[in-house]
């Protein structure tokens, strides 16, 4: 008669440590043999040798019962981990696969020739090559660029409609009272492209030949002298209100419907000063027909080096044309974040910034949340000055 006395537990725990991919055949033997204490006391080694091998053998279907278990579970753990980082990181990542699939429209609101349509025209011909396929520039002009923004505003949120907006947008939101939109909270905001500064521009014959001069001037001659803008609320009109301002001179308003016939009438000697676009008047400067005074912007001009920048004289002072890609409310971020990636490139590919330069632009590469801040602080700024002046439009 066979008995034998063993421990359940010593021998779980014993097979338990065995480690399937380190333990041979042998090891696994020699745990059950050391956890099963056998004792023979009588008759019938051989049918005691038959009963232990039967336990050996029950004991080795349950360690790969066991095994099997363990396995399972590591592997749904690991496919679990595998499939949360998956997530993530399409969270993170890029657009969908699928976008773009077919032409991307980008609105201007302004004509054809002029800075935002030359640096939407840029930044398209950029991102057709980035994501093989078109993004064609279609210029909807009319209400001082209300018209084009209340398009894309109203357009599907799926990417394939938006805006090349411009300060218009951030000074409209004061200047309209009627607007049928609100830019700032109907649009999301992708990725600023580029700043152009004004220039403070006088003809030849004018007696000042710097910013000291020409306050000198309007202040001992109080609303004698005239300024020129492109239109009430554009930003030359702004820009030169706020100039007015911190220098606390009077001038008298004339207002003109668009930026070349300022630039005629400032030629002829017809008006004083005028605030114009870089592009538009640079040529006029460089052959001597207009005196640059000063450009707009916090620093001076690559393309007017010579020319001091306004904050020069007056620290604080600035007023740029800038642009930037905005987009329907509820556009996707996983689109939002692939345009922004592919405009950041190109302003740091040499020959894009070249071009930019000989606009007289300067690239400005940012994430969305960059570019929010911008727009809020902008449209904050010029609110100020609207309101100031009373230039209010129905």
């Known amino acids: 008669m066979l008995r034998i006395r063993w421990s359940s537990a010593f021998a779980l725990s014993a097979t338990a440590r065995c480690h399937p991919q380190r333990r041979s055949s042998w090891t696994l033997w020699s745990t059950i043999a050391a956890a099963t204490a056998i004792e023979v006391t009588s008759m019938g080694r051989a049918s005691a040798w038959s009963e232990f091998l039967e336990i050996c053998i029950s004991w080795q279907c349950l360690f790969l019962e066991l095994r099997r278990a363990i396995m399972l579970r590591r592997r749904k753990f690991l496919q679990l981990g595998a499939a949360s980082i998956a997530a993530s990181a399409s969270r993170v990542v890029a657009a969908p696969a699928s976008y773009p699939n077919r032409a991307v429209y980008l609105i201007v609101g302004f004509s054809p020739g002029g800075n935002t349509d030359i640096v939407a025209r840029l930044i398209g011909h950029w991102l057709s090559l980035q994501f093989d396929q078109p993004f064609i520039v279609e210029n909807h002009t009319g209400a001082a660029t209300n018209i084009a923004t209340e398009q894309v505003v109203r357009a599907a949120p799926d990417g394939y409609t938006l805006l090349v907006a411009s300060a218009a947008n951030a000074i409209n939101a004061t200047l309209y009272r009627n607007l049928k939109f609100n830019f ?86 017809r008006v004083h000063v005028y605030f114009a676009t870089l592009p538009g008047a640079i040529g006029f400067i460089r052959t001597g027909a207009l005196r640059a005074l000063a450009v707009s912007a916090a620093e001076r001009s690559l393309s007017l080096p010579e020319v001091p920048a306004m904050a020069e004289f007056l620290p604080g002072y600035e007023a740029t044309i800038w642009n930037g890609l905005n987009a329907p409310k509820s556009t996707p971020d996983p689109v939002i974040l692939a345009l922004n990636q592919a405009i950041n490139a190109g302003l740091g590919d040499p020959r894009l910034r070249t071009r930019l330069a000989e606009l007289g632009a300067k690239a400005f590469p940012g994430s969305p949340e960059d570019y929010a801040r911008f727009i809020a602080n902008e449209t904050e700024k010029w609110g100020k000055i609207v309101n100031s002046i009373g230039a209010h439009l129905d």
């Open 184 to 269: 700032i909270r109907d649009t999301v905001p992708i990725g600023m492209v580029a700043s152009t500064p004004l220039v403070m521009c006088v003809n030849p014959a004018f007696p000042a030949r710097s910013v000291i001069e020409f306050v000198a001037k309007a202040r001992a001659d109080p609303g004698g002298l005239n300024f020129a803008s492109s239109g009430a609320g554009s930003p030359p009109h702004v820009a030169a209100e706020l100039f007015r301002m911190m220098t606390d001179i009077k001038m008298l308003h004339i207002s003109y419907r668009g930026d070349a016939e300022a630039i005629t009438d400032l030629v002829g000697g």
